[in-house]
T-cell receptor, first 111, second 112 residues
Framework: GENVEQHPSTLSVQEGDSAVIKCTYSDSASNYFPWYKQELGKRPQLIIDIRSNVGEKKDQRIAVTLNKTAKHFSLHITETQPEDSAVYFCAASRNFNKFYFGSGTKLNVKP | DAGITQSPRYKITETGRQVTLMCHQTWSHSYMFWYRQDLGHGLRLIYYSAAADITDKGEVPDGYVVSRSKTENFPLTLESATRSQTSVYFC???????????FGDGTRLSIL
């Protein structure tokens, strides 16, 4: 099956700086890559996703890049704010059936 | 999103007991999923369903049973609970194969 690895496990940045979280996947047939944000005690919420026919997608301060050849994808958050503090999960799926998640990155944005 | 609800929110039970976690969605989504979330493992798929009466195993199905007699409900049963099944369980749904998942609020299950 698919194996998704996520790095780093924790990330601390100063408010206003950028944050980058990276994920690698093993199944070259995976074609959908969502990112979720989870605040403490809450449900995971989709923040951005990308499909395998696209190399980059941006939504305001958040962007995701995908390198299919290297089998890795990254989340970029610019101009970080304290409310960006949360755990972020990447995931990979083949045809939207089984989803495999990374182990999560705890992002701390220091004011 | 209020469209997907899980019950109960918290449950404490003993080893060997049967326990059922409920998941209900009001969107008529075709796909439904059950995950468990443990520290250091992220979310791991237990079972998923593509439609009523169609279910399939995920990454960690052992010790769990699911059914989907109606589109809106997808209960998860632990037939004989073990301590290793102590976890937070999330249900999710999606409208179609190319739609993102929406998660419920989760059920925190403790097995003593």
């Amino acid at each position: 099956g698919e194996n998704v690895e996520q790095h780093p496990s924790t990330l601390s940045v100063q408010e206003g700086d950028s944050a980058v979280i990276k994920c690698t996947y093993s199944d070259s047939a995976s074609n959908y890559f969502p990112w979720y944000k989870q605040e403490l005690g809450k449900r995971p919420q989709l923040i951005i996703d990308i499909r395998s026919n696209v190399g980059e997608k941006k939504d305001q301060r958040i962007a995701v890049t995908l390198n299919k050849t290297a089998k890795h994808f990254s989340l970029h958050i610019t101009e970080t704010q304290p409310e960006d503090s949360a755990v972020y999960f990447c995931a990979a799926s083949r045809n939207f059936n089984k989803f495999y998640f990374g182990s999560g990155t705890k992002l701390n944005v220091k004011p | 999103d209020a469209g997907i609800t899980q019950s109960p929110r918290y449950k404490i039970t003993e080893t060997g007991r049967q326990v059922t976690l409920m998941c209900h969605q009001t969107w008529s989504h075709s796909y439904m999923f059950w995950y468990r979330q443990d520290l250091g493992h992220g979310l791991r798929l237990i079972y998923y369903s593509a439609a009523a009466d169609i279910t399939d195993k995920g990454e960690v199905p052992d010790g769990y049973v699911v059914s989907r007699s109606k589109t809106e409900n997808f209960p998860l049963t632990l037939e004989s609970a073990t301590r290793s099944q102590t976890s937070v369980y999330f249900c999710a749904s999606s409208g179609d194969r190319d739609q993102p998942q929406h998660f419920g609020d989760g059920t925190r299950l403790s097995i003593l």
